[in-house]
């Protein structure tokens, strides 16, 4: 049964890709938790019981190629690697190109980054600030830092950049850490502060040549795949489950994301416009409750209670619909 979801999800999106001419695309992975309050759910890290799910969407398009509903109490760090190489080798197999991998510091594995070294795929990874990270920090130069700027051009009056060569124990390569650097200017300072460190910090690793400040604008667009989940999450009801069982919330899990995918294509491909970046409760007020009579007098016919521009509409996006 999951395999046909499987398969499903896939041609959707293999199909919404090559219509809309997109043979290059960027793969955000991030793991989303449902708090629930069923009884054999397990708890997550942030200490509520959950359900989770690991997520991979296309990153200029907004589908979600691929899904792996488990236990809330499943590390975020689990089956990145596996969900990167399945859904690599089926777009590859289908002539569109993986050109980016971008992911939170769940994804700071040595195997991930190797994975990405041997097929030549550009990544984008909220780093750790462990200690390896913290001592590379502390030995970059004083005039190495500059004020950072936004993707607008901006100068920020607290934030600056700077970058250092690393390599984690079992990377094949070495690579790049961009810091961006902010001062805390807090009245009640912590321990770190106190000792000397007054500037909190945010790292990223990536293999990229583009220059600092264009790999944070460019990984600052992770952004985008945590507005699908909670899209995913709230327009399609995908925060509750009906059933204590893991396997039947699965189920659902997968119906909803089936559904997700259906609506960004019909949104995308068919209505096109001002509805192209609607949310679903949008499309569901404007289009999905316009109230119809289905009448058989002289041959089934379907009354709708709309004005006559959006029966226009809906007349266009039948016929659309009839020749996919």
């Known amino acids: 049964m999951f395999s046909f979801f499987l398969v499903q999800r896939f041609q959707i ?14 793969l955000d992975q991030d793991a989303t938790y449902a708090k629930v309050y069923k009884r054999d ?45 399945r859904v690599h080798k089926y ?6 190109e993986v050109s980016n ?40 130069p004083s005039d190495s830092w500059k004020r950072y700027r936004n993707r607008y051009g901006d100068e920020s009056d607290n934030e600056e950049i700077a970058e250092f060569i690393h390599c984690m124990e079992n990377t094949k390569e070495s690579f790049r850490i961009i810091v961006v650097r902010k001062k805390i200017e807090s009245d ?17 690793a990536t293999n990229s040549k583009l220059d600092a400040e264009k790999v944070v604008h460019f990984y600052n ?3 985008v795949c945590e507005y699908n989940i909670k899209e995913a999450k709230y327009g399609f009801n995908l925060k509750s489950f009906p059933s204590g069982n893991l396997a039947g919330n699965g189920l659902w899990f997968k119906t909803g994301i089936l559904a997700y995918n259906l609506i960004m294509y019909l949104k995308r491909i ?18 999905i409750s316009i109230a119809g009579k289905l009448v058989s007098h002289g041959g089934n016919k379907l009354k709708l209670c709309c004005s006559v521009d959006m029966f226009k509409k809906m007349e266009q996006w039948r016929t659309e619909c009839l020749t996919l």
């Open 13 to 26: 999106v293999k199909d919404a890709l090559k219509r809309e001419n997109l043979f290059s695309v960027t």
């Open 41 to 85: 759910a397990k708890y997550c890290y942030k200490k509520f019981k959950a359900y989770s799910s690991m997520t991979c969407f296309i990153g200029e398009s907004g589908y979600c190629i691929d899904e792996e509903f488990r236990e809330g109490n499943v590390s975020a760090q689990v089956g990145i690697l596996e969900q990167l190489q």
């Open 91 to 96: 777009l590859e197999s289908c002539g569109i």
């Open 101 to 140: 991998v971008r992911n939170d510091s769940a994804g700071y594995q040595s195997k991930v980054l190797n994975y990405c070294f041997d097929n030549d795929l550009t990544f984008f990874i909220g780093g750790d600030l462990d200690s390896s990270v913290r001592k590379g920090i502390n030995h970059i």
């Open 188 to 204: 009640n300072p912590t321990v770190p502060e106190l000792l000397g460190d007054k500037y909190e910090y945010r790292v990223i």
């Open 221 to 223: 667009l992770r952004g």
């Open 270 to 287: 068919i209505m096109g416009g001002v509805y192209k970046n609607k949310e679903m409760g949008s499309i569901r007020y404007q289009v």
